[in-house]
């Protein structure tokens, strides 16, 4: 399973945006996957918690929005969306397509707690 290692970068890369601002906890945590980057999400999602065990996102909302697979076809130029297993142009057929969006796994939005800085 390797969505136990992404789930581990990816709170890796929380606990580094929580440090460099200071926070102490962190609500929420949101991925865009798409279908075709190789990411079980419900696994991923299962992942998640034993990830952040110990960590200030221990608490958080791992919050899975699935992107759309998109294509620009190199024939047409059009571009729309495609079926993961049919990645041809909706507009004239043609196979000869380049995938503009769907094999991603970004991390888009982290919420942090981040105390107010006492003032004298």
Do not use: K
């Not at 580094?16 to 991925?31: C, E």
């Not at 958080?60 to 049919?86: F, H, K």
């Not at 004239?92 to 942090?112: A, F, K, P, R």
Request: aromatic share 2%; glycine share 8%.
């Amino acid at each position: 399973m390797h969505e136990l290692s992404l789930a581990q970068a990816l709170v890796e890369q929380v606990e580094d945006l929580a440090n460099r601002h200071g926070a102490t906890g962190v609500y929420l945590v949101r991925v865009r996957i798409g279908p075709l980057a190789g990411v079980v999400a419900e696994l991923l999602a299962t992942a998640f918690p034993l990830a952040a065990a110990g960590t200030r996102a221990e608490q958080a909302r791992l919050d899975l929005i699935m992107a759309p697979v998109r294509v620009r076809c190199q024939t047409c130029g059009a571009e729309g969306e495609a079926m993961p297993n049919n990645l041809v142009c909706g507009v004239c057929g043609d196979w000869h397509t380049d995938v503009v969006s769907g094999d991603e796994m970004i991390l888009e939005t982290v919420e942090l707690d981040i105390p107010e800085p006492i003032r004298n």
